[in-house]
């Protein structure tokens, strides 16, 4: 199953590691998905979705 947030589409990103003489290796970000259940046209649906975005459900919730 790829690495991609449900709900904004967040995927891996990737650049390049700097050591501290500066020597450039490829490394990847990966996104940090989380499994929830939230409620999606009133059901309750699990899903895989970033922390970020599971943080800004919960403020709008809270609301």
């Given at each position: 199953?790829?690495?991609?947030?449900?709900?904004?589409?967040?995927?891996?990103?990737?650049?390049?590691?700097?050591?501290?003489?500066?020597?450039?290796?490829?490394?990847?970000?990966?996104?940090?998905?989380?499994?929830?259940?939230?409620?999606?046209?009133?059901?309750?649906?699990?899903?895989?979705?970033?922390?970020?975005a599971l943080?800004?459900?919960?403020?709008?919730?809270?609301r």
């Amino acid at each position: 199953m790829p690495r991609v947030c449900s709900v904004t589409g967040k995927k891996t990103m990737s650049g390049n590691k700097r050591s501290h003489s500066l020597r450039a290796t490829r490394r990847k970000w990966n996104v940090n998905l989380q499994k929830a259940t939230i409620m999606v046209d009133g059901k309750p649906t699990k899903v895989r979705i970033s922390a970020r975005a599971l943080k800004t459900i919960k403020a709008q919730q809270a609301r």
